[in-house]
Every structure is written in structure tokens, then in C-alpha cells.
């Protein structure tokens, strides 16, 4: 059996951040066949060895890369539950929805995030077609940053790459860093098919961890999505009681 390699240069730290990143994106979003089949067969065994020096983390990895061999139908069943074509009201995958119920508000997150993507030569599309600031779009940027990374000190130099780790470190602080914990606490507590409690729970150990090695401290916590407001009736003014969506009671993140 060949034994685990610690990640060690700086090289192998941006791949091995990418590869976890990108790992989670593709475990949160809807399960394609050739999404599986990148993740079983390029990132599972990339992700094996990756030891983060956070025992957490790494159980949870392993957990991960254990939970992986669900067929594609049942993914797509569960991973349909869990995201339903409503926005779901305890975790809701956009960061705008954590920062405010007011759309001029909304649409500002987005359009700053936006901003990121295409400071580096990326627009949202593909499949999907999600918001920019959907859960799979922000760590989808966090893995390209962290490649782009690796690519800049095999090839490019220093000043290309303190580029790419100051964007990393400003869209965690501005964004991804501020929401994505909360996110993957309340998957974790709240999914009922383990791969994506894990996921979940990953998410959010992950996020932490990332931060630390990186000196990162958000702008501000956004541990609850705003509730959102039940449609119009026609009454003049809004009652408190007509708010969708209440808090949920998490406790800590479970150990694996």
C-alpha cells in the first residue's frame, strides 16, 4: 500500500486547496455522469492523499472518498430532496440570501461577485446556468484560483502569484467566507443522506481552515439566511408572523 504524502511545497498546497474546492462543487451540485465519473475517477484518488494536518478535515475527506460509489439515479434522487426546485428555506444556496431580503441589495452581492469572475476571464454559464453567487459557482472560482496558483509558481512568478492569493483571500473575506460556513453546518445538520451530510460538514470545517492558513477573517459572519417575506396581500404593512423561514438551532459540526 503506498503511503500518504503530506502536502509540502507550496506547488502541492495551491492543488491540493483546487482539488478540494472543485470537490465539493461537484459534490453539491446536480450529479452528471461525467461530473461522477470526474470525481471517482480524477479527484477521488488526488484527494486520498491529501493530508491537511486537520484531523477533522481529513476523516471527512475519507469519509468522502469512501461514500462516492451511490449510483447516479439515487444521487440525483437525493440530491433533489435536498434542493428541491423551490429555494430551500433552512439553507439556501445563494450568498444573497444571507445578506439581505432587499433584491437592490441582493443584486449588488451578485453583481460584486460577478466582478471577480470576470477580472480573471470567467462569466457564468455552462449546464446549469446558475446565479453567480450560487454555493457551486463561489467554490467552482476558489478551485480555479487555487489551479491558476499552482500555474503561476510552476510558470509565471512571484507577481502573478501574490495576484491570485490576494483574490482568493479578498473573495473569502468579501464573500464565500462570510456565508459558506453557515451553509454547510445547516446541510450538514439538516440533509438526511449522509454523503451530502458529510459534504456539508466538510464545507463548513473546510471554509475554517482555509481562512486560518490563509490569514483570512471576514468582513462579517452571515450565520442565518434573512427570512424571506410571504407574498403581497394587499394589507397595508407586513406582519412580523408572515416572515418564511426561521432559524435553525445547529450544533457543532460533527466530528467524523
Known amino acids: 500500500m503506498q503511503a500518504r504524502v503530506p502536502v509540502s511545497t507550496e506547488w502541492e498546497t495551491a492543488i491540493g486547496r483546487a482539488v478540494v474546492y472543485t470537490l465539493i462543487a461537484r459534490l453539491l451540485a446536480y450529479p452528471a ?7 471517482r475517477s480524477q479527484l477521488v484518488p ?3 492523499e491529501i493530508r491537511t494536518g486537520d484531523p477533522a478535515v481529513d476523516g ?5 472518498t469512501a461514500g462516492l460509489d451511490a449510483p447516479l439515479d439515487e444521487l440525483r434522487d437525493q440530491h433533489s430532496l435536498l434542493f428541491t426546485h423551490i429555494e430551500p ?3 439556501p444556496p445563494y450568498e444573497s440570501a444571507y445578506s439581505s431580503s432587499d433584491i437592490f441589495r441582493q443584486t449588488s452581492v451578485m453583481a460584486d461577485v460577478a466582478g471577480f469572475y470576470r477580472a480573471h476571464g470567467l462569466v457564468v454559464g455552462g449546464r446549469e446556468r446558475e446565479r453567480p453567487d450560487h454555493i457551486v459557482t463561489e467554490l467552482e472560482f476558489m478551485g480555479f484560483m487555487a489551479r491558476k496558483e499552482a500555474h503561476a509558481l510552476e510558470h509565471l512568478g512571484p507577481e502573478h502569484v501574490e495576484e491570485c492569493r490576494r483574490t482568493q483571500a479578498h473573495f473569502l473575506r468579501d464573500h464565500l467566507g462570510r456565508w459558506g460556513p453557515s451553509f454547510g453546518r445547516r446541510v450538514g ?6 454523503l451530502f451530510c458529510t459534504a456539508g460538514d466538510l464545507l463548513a470545517r ?3 481552515l482555509d481562512m486560518s492558513a490563509l490569514d483570512v477573517e471576514p468582513d462579517d ?3 442565518e439566511p434573512v427570512p424571506r417575506l ?3 396581500d394587499g394589507g397595508c404593512g407586513i406582519d412580523s408572523d408572515r416572515a418564511v423561514g426561521v432559524p435553525v438551532e445547529l450544533g457543532p459540526t460533527r466530528a467524523p
Do not use: G, K, N, T
Open 46 to 48: 488526488i484527494a486520498r
Open 189 to 194: 445538520a439538516l440533509s438526511e443522506f449522509p
Open 206 to 208: 473546510w471554509l475554517e
Open 33 to 39: 455522469p461525467e461530473d461522477l465519473d470526474e470525481l
Open 60 to 64: 471527512l475527506l475519507d469519509q468522502i
Open 89 to 91: 428555506e433552512d439553507y
Open 221 to 223: 459572519r452571515l450565520d
Open 230 to 232: 410571504a407574498p403581497d
